[in-house]
């Protein structure tokens, strides 16, 4: 069972999805970063000075300044904040994969379009085994093969 186990682990598949999910992950932080530090407080200035990460509905009696107080203090909120930078993150990970999921089609249409490579082997007329094109005599029948013959 253990051999098992490591074949099937060591896998191209296997250990190619790994890497991805390894990298997917990175990249999740990466596009967090991107859209807490860098994208939405440009937007929140825009917005009157909105703090999209402190934008909550306070749901219980008291009141709170910021969400990690509201948090802290165990009040029940929603937040909407935390919910719109989700939402940003989610969009520009789906586009991303988009982009690359498009460009690795591209990259398969442009194989299956391309030319069909000259064929490198014949069938012998007797045996009907296949022979490199160069052959003068089959190797399973010995048959001699005219130049040329297919």
Same mark, same amino acid.
């Given at each position: 069972?253990?051999?098992? %186990? /490591?074949?099937?682990?060591?896998?191209?598949?296997?250990?190619?999805?790994?890497?991805?999910?390894?990298?997917?992950?990175?990249?999740?932080? =990466?596009?967090?970063? @991107?859209? $807490?530090?860098?994208?939405?407080?440009? =937007?929140?200035? @825009?917005?009157?000075?909105?703090?999209?990460?402190?934008?909550?509905?306070?749901?219980?009696?008291?009141?709170?300044?910021? @969400?990690?107080?509201?948090?802290?203090?165990?009040?029940?909120?929603?937040?909407?904040?935390? %919910?719109?930078?989700?939402?940003?993150?989610?969009?520009?990970?789906? %586009? &991303?994969?988009?982009?690359? =999921? /498009?460009?690795?089609? /591209?990259?398969?249409?442009?194989?299956? $379009?391309?030319?069909? #490579?000259?064929?490198?082997?014949?069938?012998?007329?007797?045996?009907?085994?296949?022979? #490199?094109?160069?052959?003068? /005599?089959? #190797? &399973?029948?010995?048959?001699?093969? &005219?130049?040329?013959?297919?």
């Amino acid at each position: 069972m253990l051999k098992e %186990f /490591r074949e099937f682990a060591m896998r191209g598949n296997v250990v190619d999805m790994a890497v991805g999910i390894i990298i997917g992950a990175a990249f999740g932080k =990466i596009v967090t970063s @991107l859209v $807490s530090d860098v994208i939405m407080p440009p =937007i929140g200035i @825009l917005l009157g000075n909105v703090d999209f990460s402190n934008l909550f509905i306070n749901l219980s009696d008291g009141d709170y300044e910021t @969400l990690a107080a509201a948090q802290e203090a165990g009040a029940a909120t929603i937040n909407v904040g935390v %919910f719109i930078n989700t939402v940003i993150s989610f969009i520009i990970v789906a %586009f &991303a994969v988009f982009l690359l =999921i /498009r460009s690795i089609n /591209r990259l398969k249409q442009k194989e299956e $379009s391309g030319e069909t #490579p000259s064929p490198t082997t014949k069938n012998c007329t007797f045996c009907m085994t296949s022979v #490199p094109l160069k052959a003068t /005599r089959c #190797p &399973a029948c010995t048959s001699e093969l &005219a130049a040329g013959e297919t």
